[in-house]
């Protein structure tokens, strides 16, 4: 079993539509959520970061972690065109970094 | 301030040629990795350096080598490569330790064919 799993989609929603994106996780000692965004040949860049449980919000996206279920989410609302990337969840057990477990990603097109 | 620069953009090798993967950060980070992009695998880390002079295996080290060469530079090397080392490469830097540490830095990436 993969240590975090994502749905690899594609993922097509009109321009407007709240997109939601989803990962699970399997290892309980992960704290650190991050969900990164990759354009077409380009490298991943960070887009949202959370802490433990919770929700965090920045601008038209809204990152959300139920340890609980051990299971992250990533908000779009009012999606636009230059959202249509890749996303990329991420997670690790703590902040000295030496391992990070990206999901696969989810291809996402809004159109227009 | 160019962030993570990687040399070179494309490659194509044939079966059991060597070649080395450039990587450079302009941001002070202690922190370098190598990762590869497959299509379903996601992002798999090769080795990482968790401050100059040190360096481990990750997930997938078989094939590869590393060295840290200085701060900045952390180069990856196919001995001998082979057909499954097709890959998209992505070097990344962050700042462990920090309030920040969990974001890493990435650069464009190298699409490397083996034939």
């Given at each position: 079993?993969?240590?975090?799993?994502?749905?690899?989609?594609?993922?097509?929603?009109p321009?407007g539509?709240?997109?939601?994106?989803?990962?699970?996780?399997?290892n309980?000692?992960?704290?650190?959520?991050?969900?990164?965004?990759q354009y077409?040949?380009k490298?991943p860049?960070l887009?949202?970061?959370?802490y433990?449980?919770?929700?965090k919000?920045?601008g038209?996206?809204?990152?959300?972690?139920?340890?609980?279920?051990?299971?992250?989410?990533?908000?779009?609302?009012?999606?636009?065109?230059?959202?249509?990337?890749?996303?990329?969840?991420?997670?690790s057990?703590?902040?000295t970094?030496n391992?990070?477990?990206?999901?696969t990603?989810?291809?996402?097109?809004?159109?227009? | 301030n160019?962030?993570?620069?990687?040399?070179?953009?494309?490659q194509?090798?044939?079966t059991?040629?060597?070649?080395?993967?450039?990587?450079a950060?302009?941001?002070?980070h202690?922190?370098?990795?190598?990762?590869?992009?497959?299509?379903?695998?996601?992002?798999?880390?090769?080795?990482?350096s968790?401050?100059?002079?040190?360096?481990?295996?990750?997930?997938?080290?078989?094939?590869y080598?590393v060295?840290?060469?200085?701060?900045?530079?952390?180069s990856?090397?196919?001995?001998?490569a082979?057909?499954?080392?097709t890959?998209?490469?992505?070097?990344?830097?962050?700042?462990?330790?920090?309030?920040?540490?969990?974001?890493q830095?990435?650069?464009?990436?190298?699409?490397?064919?083996?034939?």
């Amino acid at each position: 079993q993969k240590e975090v799993e994502q749905d690899p989609g594609p993922l097509s929603v009109p321009e407007g539509a709240i997109v939601s994106l989803n990962c699970t996780y399997s290892n309980s000692a992960f704290q650190y959520f991050m969900w990164y965004r990759q354009y077409s040949r380009k490298g991943p860049e960070l887009l949202m970061y959370t802490y433990s449980s919770g929700n965090k919000e920045d601008g038209r996206f809204t990152a959300q972690v139920d340890k609980s279920s051990k299971y992250i989410s990533l908000f779009i609302r009012d999606s636009q065109p230059s959202d249509s990337a890749t996303y990329l969840c991420a997670m690790s057990r703590s902040n000295t970094g030496n391992q990070f477990y990206f999901g696969t990603g989810t291809s996402l097109t809004v159109i227009p | 301030n160019a962030g993570v620069t990687q040399t070179p953009k494309f490659q194509v090798l044939k079966t059991g040629q060597s070649m080395t993967l450039q990587c450079a950060q302009d941001m002070n980070h202690n922190s370098m990795y190598w990762y590869r992009q497959d299509p379903g695998m996601g992002l798999r880390l090769i080795y990482y350096s968790a401050s100059e002079g040190t360096t481990d295996k990750g997930e997938v080290p078989n094939g590869y080598n590393v060295s840290r060469l200085n701060k900045r530079e952390f180069s990856l090397r196919l001995e001998s490569a082979a057909p499954s080392q097709t890959s998209v490469y992505f070097c990344a830097s962050s700042e462990i330790g920090t309030s920040s540490s969990y974001e890493q830095y990435f650069g464009p990436g190298t699409r490397l064919t083996v034939t």
